[in-house]
């Protein structure tokens, strides 16, 4: 049986504040259901949920080094729908209100990189791979090459690397090696772990992993280029024949609107009516005025730079020009929250700005809304246009990364098409693409086939899982 560990920093359900918490819980319970023996790491964070803390049982605890250091891991394990969770404790590093940003994440995430490979010994768990994410285990295949590889339990395990979004890089003081890892300074001065002047997390992932993955087809071109590479485009051209994407899927018991409890009323392709009730109940629970000929663009997002939010501030009032209601759920940067803010007090009756975090509301959204907009200057995978298309609610969307992959323009001459999309990171042509679709959606023969051809998409894991385990399995030979 094929065995693999998958480390994050986050997962859900136990805790998550993006894509790669909702990959992290949902890739591991597909591959489970392919026959492999798949566990997860992550941190045990104070802020973990509550209901899952609780029910976390304590395995056993030990030393880590950390440099010239020792420092106390406890592990802790959960299974949650068929998948072994293992936590690992350490209050100094982990008990802490947030998950990133500290000024010590260099030394949290390297204690937490080499506590995994050490706590596979403590578990008796021998994987075939690791499978790591992001910047936060990137020196795990770092160690596992330079260091572990000698001891006969560590010495066949393979490594996918994971890059979920580029941006965040893991950069820091160079020192670090030897005053965290014990190293001596070679790894920095031959350039596979140097960044621009410091010691990269997420360059020493993609340099030292066996395979490097990411998101979306898209992405995994378009980080090859300077306009996306984020000054590693070059080293990700050199270890092209080692990259691949694989598109995320979302978690289909989830997003599921025919069982879904946040919504006003569950509904199917079968009861499409019912998709109105939850429009009409969005309204009044936001206090908009209950129209059906006013279609309402849908917007969950964190409101920043990369998710396109300047394009929609530039043309918002344009927009609301024409007869529709602009929903907003989200946070993000205080000139957005205010700019939105400010808009739903020059349009009550148009526009609810809601600048907070609410899982409930946004599930509403995305069922009450009849368009969903993401215009991102660039997305990796993006799940905000996958979750819309499982909901019938049709996404405009900027051609980019996974947006890209996944949303197929409507051809008003077959009639194909889940969605509407623009090339261009320009707000003139995002304002004609949205006209366009509010357009197409007064023409209720079009809107109809647009919501069948989106509820018919299929972006569950079931698909990535495969392509995942193909991936492992032509590793380990």
Not at 215 to 222: G, L, N, P, Q, R
Not at 379 to 396: D, F, H, N, S, W
Request: aromatic share 14%.
């Amino acid at each position: 049986m094929l065995k693999v560990l998958f480390v994050a920093s986050e997962a859900d359900p136990f805790i998550k504040t993006g894509g790669l918490g909702d990959v992290a819980g949902a890739l591991p319970k597909s591959l489970k259901k392919l026959g492999v023996d798949v566990r997860v790491i992550i941190p045990k964070y104070k802020n973990i949920k509550q209901q899952y803390k609780d029910k976390l049982i304590f395995k056993k605890w030990y030393m880590v080094p950390v440099g010239w250091r020792e420092s106390y891991c406890g592990i802790f394990e959960y299974e949650h729908e068929g998948v072994k969770f293992y936590c690992l404790d350490n209050e100094q590093y982990f008990g802490r209100d947030g998950m990133y940003g500290y000024w010590d994440d260099g030394e949290r995430f390297a204690y937490f990189n080499r506590a995994v490979l050490q706590t596979l010994k403590e578990i008796d768990f021998q994987p075939d791979v690791i499978h790591c994410n992001d910047w936060q285990t990137g020196m795990l295949p770092v160690l596992l090459k330079l260091e572990y590889c000698g001891d006969p339990f560590y010495s066949n395990i393979k490594t996918v690397f994971s890059i979920h979004n580029l941006l965040f890089q893991g950069i820091y003081d160079p020192n670090i090696l030897q005053e965290l890892f014990g190293y001596d300074m070679e790894p920095f001065n031959n350039g596979s772990l140097e960044l621009y002047g410091g010691v990269s997390f997420l360059k020493g992932g993609i340099n030292y992993s066996d395979k490097v993955s990411t998101v979306s087809y898209t992405y995994a071109d378009e980080i090859q280029t300077p306009q996306y590479g984020e000054r590693l485009d070059g080293l990700l051209r050199a270890r092209n024949y080692a990259l691949s994407g694989i598109l995320n899927g979302i978690d289909y018991s989830v997003y599921n609107p025919e069982t879904d409890i946040y919504l006003f009323k569950n509904y199917s392709l079968e009861k499409l009516e019912d998709k109105k009730v939850n429009k009409k109940e969005l309204q009044k629970h936001l206090g908009l005025p209950q129209r059906e000929d006013a279609p309402i663009i849908g917007v969950v997002s964190r409101l920043t730079n990369q998710k396109g939010m300047d394009l929609v501030i530039n043309i918002a009032d344009r927009l609301l020009q024409h007869n529709v209601q602009l929903v907003i759920l989200g946070t993000g940067d205080h000139g957005y929250e205010d700019h939105f803010k400010n808009l739903q007090s020059r349009y009550p009756d148009k526009v609810s700005a809601n600048i907070r975090f609410d899982d409930c509301l946004a599930h509403r959204i995305y069922a009450g809304s009849d368009i969903f907009l993401m215009p991102s200057l660039f997305e990796p995978c993006g799940l905000g246009q996958l979750i819309a298309l499982r909901y019938g609610t049709i996404p405009v969307v900027r051609e980019t990364g996974g947006l890209k992959d996944t949303v197929h323009p409507y051809n008003q001459f077959t009639g194909e098409g889940n969605g509407f999309s623009f090339r261009n990171y320009n707000s003139s042509e995002l304002l004609s693409t949205l006209e366009y679709s509010i357009q197409c959606y007064h023409n209720k023969q079009v809107w109809n086939g647009l919501i069948r051809y989106a509820l018919m998409s299929d972006n569950s894991w079931e698909k990535s899982a495969v392509d995942y385990k193909n991936l492992y399995e032509a590793l380990i030979g």
